[in-house]
């Protein structure tokens, strides 16, 4: 049940510059695009490959091949389950952050404003965090609501929309996606389809801890990647996630702080592959118009 067309497949896979015998880790399996991509790239060439997920849907899609493995869990635990498999080291390490096209499709995920159904938005069906977005909406401060709409999606009227949401649940609490549309509707701003994506976008990423688990990744993947060949190859979507990783391939920390040894030198754990981020053709975006906002970014491990 393939599900997922792989975004900048060609690109994303060719930095990982695979090697024979070598180990990679497609950190978001989702529909096993990249994956699939990654074993025919590789032709009859002997590696490793770990796929992971942490939605248990995922499962149905793992690939029939000696080669690949499938662990059921969030790439924030990496380090454990690949030790679990006996690997410590790792020859390149790919992800393709936000929601596969799957999740989005499926009504009774709540991802998407065209449907109607709990407003959930847990990636993790199998376990992982038991707060949805009806928690968040009906739970959260007007403080913490403007924070996740303005920081998470960017949203112009966090605040207004903050308010008007900690004002209406005090009447009837918010459980559907429909119950929310009706809220968010007159404070719609712009393109209609922009603004909702974009609060719906705010409230999966905080629902799923995407930025820690983002941040969580990148501090493992510094210890896994062997040294002068392991390469990283990061997919993002939303401008905090690209920023994230820019700064850590530039200086090894997500916030982009930079760290000298005793002589001054700066340490730069990565030699940075993509001095501008890789985006995706206008053909690709016409094919696969989740494409359009993506983007990619690479290193090798010094």
Known sequence: MAYHVPVLAGESVGFLDLRPGGVYVDATFG????????????????????????????????LKDSRFTFVAANFRHLSNFLRLHGV?????????????????????????????????????????????AADVVNHYSAEDLQK???????VRN??????AIAEAREQVPIATIQDFLQLVNPWVRGSRPRYLAQV????RIEV?????????????????????????????????????TKNFLKTGKPDGT?????????????KVLTKRPVLPSAEEIQQNPRARSAKLRAGLRR
């Open 31 to 62: 529909g096993g695009g990249h994956s699939r991509f990654i074993l025919e790239q590789a032709g009859s060439q002997d590696l490793r490959l770990f796929g992971f997920d942490q939605d248990e849907a995922a499962r149905a899609n793992a």
């Open 88 to 132: 410590a080291r790792i020859d390149g390490l790919l992800a393709d952050l936000g929601v596969s096209s799957h999740q989005f499709d499926e009504a009774e995920r709540g991802f998407s404003y065209r449907f109607d159904a709990p407003l959930d938005m847990r990636m993790g069906t199998g376990g992982g965090t038991d707060r949805t």
């Open 148 to 154: 996740v709409l303005g920081e998470y999606g960017e």
């Open 158 to 163: 966090a605040r207004s929309l903050a308010l």
């Open 200 to 203: 719906f976008q705010a409230l």
């Open 208 to 244: 799923n801890d995407e930025i820690g688990a983002l941040t969580d990744l990148l501090a493992q993947a510094t210890d896994l990647l062997i040294p002068t060949h392991g390469r990283l190859s990061v997919i993002s979507y939303h401008s905090l996630e690209d920023r994230i």
């Open 258 to 270: 930079v760290t000298k040894d005793f002589y001054g030198n700066i340490d730069r754990p990565y």
